[in-house]
Every structure is written in C-alpha cells, then in structure tokens.
C-alpha cells in the first residue's frame, strides 16, 4: 500500500469481458462524501469537540497519531456511515473524505485497535460516559432550540439488545425470551434522542427510570410552557405517576389490564353497540372513570378506549392513567403519538446497529450505545433541517445510502482540497443546504 493508501498490486478481470480492468487504487476517490456533512454539523452545534476538555489525555504525545477528538468523531461518523464495526477503519482509514472531516488532510485515520482502545480504555469508564451523556444532550439542544416549540414531549421505553458470548451485563431476560441487554432510551416528541442506557438483561423495564428521566427534566423543565410524559405500562408505578405531579408534568401511561378495571368495564363491553359499523369496520368508544388501585396514595383519572372490530367477538380495551384535562379522546390521540419512539428505535437498531454491542466489558458497550446516540442525532439534523423539496419523512436508511454515500474524487493543489461530486448527483440541493450555500 502506498503512502496515500492505494493498493499497488491488485487488480480483477471479470469473464464476460476481459478487456474491463478492476482495481483498488482510488485512494483519492470517497464513496462517503456525506463525512463532511457530518463534520459541518458536528462543527456548527459543537457537538464532539468539548469531550476533549472533559477527557484526560496519558497517552505518551510522541506516540500519538490522532487526538482523542478525531478518534471520537471517526468512531461517530463511521456509525452514521453505516459502519458500525471497529473492524471497517482498518480500510475506512484512508478514506479521503473521512480523513478531510477528521483535519488529518494526507494523514490516515485510527485503525481498529486504535478505536477499540478509545472505547475500552478512554471512554468506557464514569469520566467518558458521562462526556458522552453530556454530546447526546448538545446534539439534542441544537434540534430542540432551532424548533422553537411550547411543549416538551417525553417519550421513555426500554427494548431488548440480543448479545451472544461471556459479555458483561448480558443475561436471560424471561419476557423477550432471550439472552440479551435491557437498554433505556429517551426521545422528544420529534424523535430528537435525549438519551441512551445499557443496562443488564434482566432489570425490569422500568428499573431506574426516575435517575434517568431526572435530569432531562431538569435542564428542559423550565424552558417549555408544557411538559409531557407518555409511558407504556412498564411504567405504570405510583413513583412515576407522584413524580411527575410534583414537577407539574403532565403524564400519558398505559395502565394494565386487571380484575378491578375488568368489572369497572363490564356493563359497556359485554354488549355491542347498536347501528351499522363504519367503513373502517371499526367502532371505537371512549369513557373515563376516576379510579385508585391498592398501591396509589389517591385516586387518578383513567381514560379507557373501547374498539369494536368487525368479525371479532370481543372488543379491544386499552387503559390510559393520565392528569391531563384534556377529552378523552384528545388523551388516547397524545398518548397514540409515542408510537413514533417505538418506530425511532427500530431504525436506530436496524440501521444503525445500536444493539452492535459485542465488546466484552460492559462500560465498552455501554460507550458504543451513546455514540451511537450522537451518530443518530447528526443524521436527525439532516432530516429535519436540510431535506428542502422533500414531501416524505425519509428513514434513516434512505439519509445514509443517498445523502451521506454519495462518491467523490478528491484532489489537493495550491494549498487546497477540491471534493468532486458528480455534476449528475440529483440531491446536490442537501448538500448545499447542511453547507449553508442554499
């Protein structure tokens, strides 16, 4: 390999015609020129750059090649890329856009032990999680402020993160089935990410929930003229509901089925209602009752939504405890849009492999967790802010294989750096969108 990361020897010839030579000698080429978007907003909202005030730096400096910054923005924008794995910057290293958005120039990136050092030694213990916790929150404030919203949506669940091997913190969880870690996640209304938590595989899904929703209260409270907190049942605990009515939250939370609820019910479910069904095969009915279960210090209103479905004997109920006083109706619709959380969280380990938790300590893979919470909100940014002319909300999927994978040739001369991007590239309208020349 040269200098400049070309390799210098090998080369393919495909059958159907042996005329066609093929090559790995583009070091000068990117196939992700969206590095520099992501370094753009990074440098905009200064999401990365103050870890390094947080971190202390015992690396011998006449050994060191690369700033702990770089390797954290490497590491971040690799996870934005699609590049979940350490293992990828082995080759992503010579990469020329990566390198441009690192301030490395002619220089290569970290390696892998580089960055799998970052993440065991550097940032997998209090002092690094906690600069991590601290660029989820910055990346946040930049998507919430530039809103510029009255209300404060706080969505809370918790999901399963399947892991295989002797990890730490990876145990049977009964519910899922599985053997696994047992995250908690935060999100605004918007799907902007708060925060991220491992945690092991066999807490319940509200363990912890008040240590971790706390200081997001806290530093947006007094910010918002409305404050709300929607819930599934995991989080249906007196603890939260007495919580969020001293701090004057309002709260949305799914409350189970039981024997008390069950016989409140009886009269209206055990009787169809009269009239033709709708169109959509669908009768709904809503009704609301003051109620206290044995646990509850008092009685809270409980909002119940009662579905007909064509073709079904029984009806479909679903509880809702809640302080708000809002209709009934308008209380299911508030509570029905946490859905959007659940479909944040599919993406976020679909895409972007937030479950790739494959380190054996537990503090490594709990660093991994809120990289990736930060890799998420950069792409966030470019789907709320920078998709100008685009009628759908695109996933995340789309902003990685169209935005950020878009190939470039990338020269250097008089003392500058020129990223060549196709002159056919139908979405350059974006890029000069995030670059601010739109």
């Known amino acids: 390999m040269s200098a400049s990361g070309e390799s210098l020897k090998e080369h393919i010839k495909p059958y159907f015609n042996r005329s066609i030579t ?8 990117s196939s992700d020129t969206g590095f520099i978007l992501l370094r753009e907003l990074d440098q905009q909202h200064g999401v990365i ?78 002092v690094g999680l906690k600069a991590l916790d601290e660029a989820v929150l910055r990346s946040a404030d930049a998507l919430i402020h530039k809103k510029d919203k009255y209300r404060f949506v706080l969505d809370v669940d918790s999901t399963e993160d399947p892991a295989y091997g002797n990890q730490e913190g990876c145990v049977y969880n009964g519910h899922f089935g599985k053997t696994c870690f047992h995250p908690i996640v935060a ?25 971790f929703i706390k200081p ?59 009239g033709r069904p709708p169109k959509s095969g669908v009768k709904v009915q809503f009704f609301e009752f003051s109620y206290r279960a044995g646990s509850w210090n008092k009685r809270r209103r409980v909002v119940c ?10 009806p479909r109920v679903g509880f809702i405890v809640t302080n708000s006083t809002l209709r009934a109706r308008e209380v299911v619709r508030a509570y029905n849009g946490r859905a959007n959380v659940e479909n944040r969280i599919k993406e976020a380990k679909n895409t972007l492999r937030w479950d790739k938790t494959s380190c054996h300590r537990f503090e490594a893979n709990q660093a991994r967790l809120k990289m990736g919470a930060v890799a998420y909100n950069l792409l966030h940014m ?35 750096w020129w990223v060549h991007v196709a002159s056919s590239f139908p979405l350059s ?8 020349t739109g």
């Open 22 to 29: 093929l090559d790995f000698q583009g070091a000068k080429l």
């Open 49 to 126: 750059a103050p870890i390094g005030d947080a971190l202390e730096d015992d690396r011998s400096a006449p050994h060191t090649k690369h700033t702990l910054v770089q390797m954290i923005r490497q590491r971040v924008y690799q996870m934005a890329a699609g590049y979940e794995d350490c293992n990828d910057a082995d080759y992503l290293r010579i990469d020329p856009a990566l390198r441009l958005s690192l301030d490395k120039g002619h220089q290569h990136g970290a390696g892998q032990s580089a960055l799998s050092r970052l993440e065991n030694d550097i940032l997998g213990n209090a």
């Open 187 to 211: 999100f605004t209304g918007d799907g902007d990410c708060l925060a991220a938590e491992l945690r092991p595989g066999n807490v319940h899904s509200a363990d912890g929930v008040l240590d």
């Open 216 to 274: 997001l209260v806290e530093r947006y409270r007094q910010r918002f003229k409305l404050f709300w907190f929607r819930g599934d049942a995991a989080f249906a605990l007196p603890d939260v509901y007495e919580y969020c009515e001293k701090a004057h939250i309002t709260y949305f939370i799914r409350l189970p089925m039981n024997d008390t609820l069950r016989k409140i019910m009886e009269p209206e479910i055990t009787t169809r209602p009269v």
């Open 305 to 314: 939504k009662v579905e007909w479905h064509t073709g079904e004997l029984f």
């Open 382 to 416: 470019i789907r709320e802010f920078h998709l100008t002319g685009e009628d759908v909300k695109r996933s995340m999927e789309w902003l990685i294989r169209r935005i950020i994978k878009a190939a470039s040739r990338i020269s250097y001369h008089s003392r500058r």
């Open 429 to 436: 309208h974006h890029y000069r969108s995030v670059l601010g």
